[in-house]
């Protein structure tokens, strides 16, 4: 079975210093890999999707920057966080090409810059 | 934009009673999808209705969707204390793949 594995679940992170988040999907290959941001109480905010190795689109942008290594990992990263980076993060993935399917998310990364 | 929107924002009923949530968008649509999110944690996809379908049923869900009117509904019956939580619907349309999220209803089931 698929499985999908974000870490850490919180971070608690100073303003000014770097950030990497990561995520990695189980089970599959060739995921469709996404990084949301959700603001308290929000709904979420597309924020970067890939579709493939080293293809990384980005929806807005902002302070952040997303890479995928590998077919099943993806990571965001920050070379200086904002406060205006505190969220709750969260990857996903669906399988490919399949648009009648759901998304599957990790479990979330609640990030607070100080 | 294709975004959903849901309403009520907030919504607080008691155990057993029944809970509908509702979803509107602006564009033509592939499929629209429910998801739940316990505060803190990821979304769970609940349930998925293709644009050819009006209603489809899950367990004690029931998803309703009106494309002339460009609307969804989510209807929890008999609801539990366990089913608290943020209600999304979720679009995607006929030639995107990223789906749109809309803002979330808080849903609240009082024992």
């Known amino acids: 079975s698929q499985t999908i594995h974000q870490w850490p679940a919180t971070l608690v992170q100073p303003v000014g210093s770097p950030l990497s988040l990561e995520c990695t999907v189980e089970?599959?290959?060739?995921?469709?890999l996404y990084w949301y941001r959700q603001a308290a109480g929000r709904g979420l905010q597309l924020l970067f999707y890939s579709v493939g190795i080293g293809q990384i689109s980005s929806e807005v942008p902002q302070n952040l920057s997303a890479s995928r290594p590998q077919d099943r990992q993806f990571i965001l990263s920050s070379k200086k966080l904002l406060l205006s980076d505190s969220g709750f993060y969260l990857c996903a993935w669906f399988r490919d090409r399949a648009i009648n399917y759901g998304y599957t998310f990790g479990s979330g990364t609640r990030l607070t810059v100080v | 934009s294709q975004q959903g929107e849901e309403d009520p924002q907030a919504l607080s009923i008691q155990e057993g009673e029944n809970a509908t949530m509702n979803c509107s968008y602006k564009?033509?649509?592939?499929?629209l999808q429910w998801y739940r999110q316990n505060s803190g944690r990821g979304l769970v996809h609940l349930i998925l209705?293709?644009?050819?379908?009006r209603e489809k049923h899950s367990g004690r869900l029931r998803v309703t969707l009106d494309t002339s009117k460009k609307s969804s509904s989510l209807l929890i019956t008999a609801s539990r204390a366990a089913d608290t939580a943020s209600y999304f619907c979720a679009t995607v349309g006929n030639y995107g793949q990223n789906f749109v999220f809309g803002p979330g209803t808080r849903l609240s089931v009082l024992p």
């Open positions: 209705i293709r644009s050819n379908e």
């Open positions: 089970g599959t290959s060739n995921p469709n």
């Open positions: 564009t033509s649509i592939n499929n």
